[in-house]
């Protein structure tokens, strides 16, 4: 059966990977975004997906926006039996969705229907959920609105990040990849409509996603804190700079005090910061001018004295 696999990031890898060693499929493209620059140096570099096809000796193309003519045809040159989408970024056209005979599988690292969207495994922490798992759909001309096929769920870790979840899911995306397709060959694969009424749908994450509300409660903060880990990072202004916090813990203790003021800190104690209900404990932290560290060790050497108010503009 041939496969055109469209996919961009890291949770695409793995997808792409068990198509390629398969020995099942044959992967006759990869799409994927074309290069972007990335780090200080702000050279383009080649995404996960491009990577992983590359090492497996697979042609690579790439497109600003695949639904204009040149995509199109590209798609329908290489004739897929089935397209295969992980993360691609990019909205299909009905145009390109009539081309693979089979469809287009979407992996979507949700429990459809709930959590459409470009960020579902972020917002599902950020929500504070604590299970969550992956879809694989038939894609339509909607925003993660086609039919479901097959699906599979998993707890979330009480501490666990949205890099870590990513990581986990991404591989249990591939494993139910591969049953998908497997039953779709056979035609045994159940195909279920989408409760219009179950549905939820969150947007695009922004720098700003990460910025922390101390009026809210202390559990909802690190929420936060672990859903935008790594990118954007959750942030509060301070007056000589910007403070991310990477790792919290939240106590339930009442505060009696200002949501965001620093209500103890020391390097014996740790750094605690008054909420909205409840008491943020900051463990890992990056100071302005500092490196990411623990926040008893920095404060071995720098002062954040109580009485502190943090998400104050310089």
């Known amino acids: 059966m041939r496969v055109v696999f469209m996919g961009t990031p890291a949770f695409a890898e793995p997808s792409l990977r068990a198509l390629a060693e398969s020995g099942r499929y044959e992967v006759v493209g990869v799409v994927c975004q074309p290069d972007r620059p990335k780090g200080r140096s702000g050279k383009p570099q080649a995404c996960p997906a491009k990577q992983c096809a590359l090492s497996e000796g697979i042609p690579v193309y790439q497109f600003e926006r695949i639904r204009r003519p040149e995509g199109v045809q590209t798609l329908r040159a290489l004739a897929p039996d089935v397209c295969v989408t992980a993360a691609f970024g990019q909205i299909l ?77 991404s591989v249990l995306g591939a494993q139910l990849l591969m049953q998908t397709l497997q039953q779709l060959e056979a035609g045994t694969c159940p195909r279920t409509p989408q409760n219009p009424d179950e549905a939820s749908y969150y947007p695009l994450l922004k720098k700003e996603t990460g910025l922390i509300d101390w009026t809210q409660p202390a559990r909802a903060v690190f929420n936060l804190v672990r859903g935008v880990d790594p990118w954007p990072g959750a942030y509060t202004p301070m007056e000589d700079g910007t403070l991310k916090v990477w790792k919290a813990a939240a106590h339930a203790q009442s505060a009696g005090a200002q949501p965001g003021m620093v209500l103890r800190s020391s390097a014996r104690e740790g750094l605690f910061v008054a909420t909205g209900d409840g008491v943020l404990e900051l463990l890992e932290i990056q100071a302005p001018g500092s490196r990411r560290m623990n926040a008893k ?14 998400g104050k503009a310089e």
């Open 297 to 310: 060790d920095y404060l071995r050497g720098h002062a954040i004295p109580a009485g502190t108010l943090l």
């Open 93 to 169: 056209s009905q145009e390109l969705l009539d081309i693979p005979r089979l469809g287009t599988v979407n992996v979507h690292a949700s429990l459809l229907p709930k959590y459409r969207g470009s960020a579902p495994i972020n917002w599902c922490i950020i929500n504070g959920e604590t299970e969550t798992g992956v879809t694989t759909m038939l894609t339509d001309k909607g925003m993660d609105t086609g039919d479901m096929l097959l699906s599979a769920r998993t707890p979330i870790g009480p501490n666990e990040t949205a890099g870590e979840l990513t990581q986990r899911l």
